[in-house]
């Protein structure tokens, strides 16, 4: 008799993440000698720079490779709290600061502390492909708010409203956002503010690429414009996409003490403190020179405003502009019904596998952030691959049949 595996409920309907499958294909296609065009994954091609390393390095020499206390070393804490003083205006004390391994682990940690089954938390669409699966594992609802690239996928207030009801724990902001690059403006990050407020719902504020911004603003936060609302709002962080550190796994949380401290305890009891060496880099990524980092978003801005200009060139694709990121998200859905060698192209999934397959561009589908319109790609890549990728793109959409 044949014996069902024994895995348990919460896995069953769970995907691995898509952006890091299409990543892992594309690089394995790449290593069997296949020409690809990876404009898939959400990873700066910048090195870690020199003096970070230079921080590890140091670390490894000293000895500095036991455990750490959970939450994470004073000298990264003192180098957040720094850091949410500079940008923000926000300050906080060391207990209501968790470092964890990657940006994705605060945020899973968060969602562990405060969501009970049942439980709804908001997710404005497009989303970035692992909000649903978090809220998800903890039992949680996630309760979808569309939005449209024709208002650059801003916040519909009332909208938002109609979704909220006595079980409703939280909303997910991203901004700027993955995947389409858009940035709240300071009225709705106030407005959402002072409506998590009034209702008694918290605020998870997803400020991975808070520094990758072209507008010339500095970092904004629901807590930073409304400073009232410090106690219903939870940052998410991390220097994966600002320093380029996406393999050294530090992220951060920075909220309110009961929060902090039960997804500390929920740390403690899953993978204990964060990597001890890539805590010091962190830390030393912080709060040395940051003119890496300007270096970097002036690179990725002009690559955005390459990439925009040549999609928006070509016939049926409209394209937003980004504020920030390092992702365009253009729509595609003029395609939608097209042939291409027998096949039609009904969804995002299609379009993208049309593209891997025709065009050797590796993309992620739109539908991986909740909306078949659109199709992602990412920038943070040689401007020389993004040329490429540009004009297989532009020759691979003229060969479909109408
Ligand atoms: N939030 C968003 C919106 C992201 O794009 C990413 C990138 N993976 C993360 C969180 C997690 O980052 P990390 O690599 O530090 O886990
Ligand atoms: N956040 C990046 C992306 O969206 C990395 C992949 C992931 O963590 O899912 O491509």
């Known amino acids: ?111 562990q502390a405060m969501v009970n089954p049942g439980d709804e938390v908001i997710v404005p669409v497009p989303y970035w492909v692992s909000y649903p699966a978090i809220i998800e594992l903890a039992g949680g609802i996630p309760v979808f708010l569309p939005s449209e690239a024709s208002t650059n996928f801003a916040i519909d207030m009332e909208r938002l409203k109609a979704l909220v009801n006595s079980k409703t724990k939280a909303i997910i902001l991203n901004s700027p956002s993955n995947p389409t690059g858009a940035v709240y403006d300071t009225e709705t990050l106030r407005a959402v503010a002072e409506f998590a407020v009034e209702k008694g719902f918290y605020i998870i504020t997803d400020d991975i690429y808070d520094e990758i911004r072209f507008d010339g603003k500095g970092p904004e936060n629901p807590a930073s414009v409304l400073p009232e609302a410090k106690d219903h709002v939870i940052v998410a962080n991390g220097v994966s996409k600002t320093y380029a550190m996406t393999g050294w796994r530090i992220g951060y949380l920075a909220g309110p003490n009961p929060v902090i401290k039960a997804a500390t305890k929920i740390q403690s009891q899953s993978t204990s403190n964060a990597n001890s060496i890539a805590q010091k880099a962190a830390a030393s990524a912080l709060s040395g020179p940051q003119d890496c980092v300007a270096r970097m978003v002036e690179a990725f801005r002009q690559r955005r405003d390459y990439i925009v200009d040549r999609l928006n060139g070509m016939e049926g694709i409209s394209c937003p502009m980004p504020q920030g990121a390092f992702y365009v998200f253009p729509d595609l859905s003029a395609f939608s019904g097209s042939r291409a060698g027998g096949k039609t192209i009904s969804t995002s999934l299609d379009m993208a596998d049309y593209l891997l397959e025709e065009a050797k561009i590796a993309c992620v589908p739109g539908i991986a952030f909740g909306d078949d319109r659109f199709i992602r790609f990412s920038y943070a890549t040689d401007p020389k691959i993004i040329e490429e990728g540009m004009n297989r793109l532009e020759e691979a959409l003229k060969k479909l049949e109408k």
């Open 1 to 111: 008799m044949a014996w069902d595996t024994p895995l348990a409920d919460r896995v069953k309907n769970l995907k691995p993440s898509p952006t890091l499958a299409v990543d892992a294909k594309a690089k394995a296609l790449k290593a069997q000698g296949i020409d690809i065009v990876n404009l898939s994954a959400g990873e700066p091609d910048f090195d870690t720079p020199d003096h970070i390393k230079e921080a590890a390095i140091k670390a490894i020499k000293e000895g500095f490779t036991k455990y750490t206390p959970v939450g994470g070393i004073a000298e990264l804490k003192d180098a957040i709290l720094a850091k949410m003083k500079r940008h923000y205006g926000l300050e906080y004390t060391p207990e209501q600061v968790l470092v964890s391994t990657g940006g994705k682990q605060g945020l899973y940690n968060v969602i």
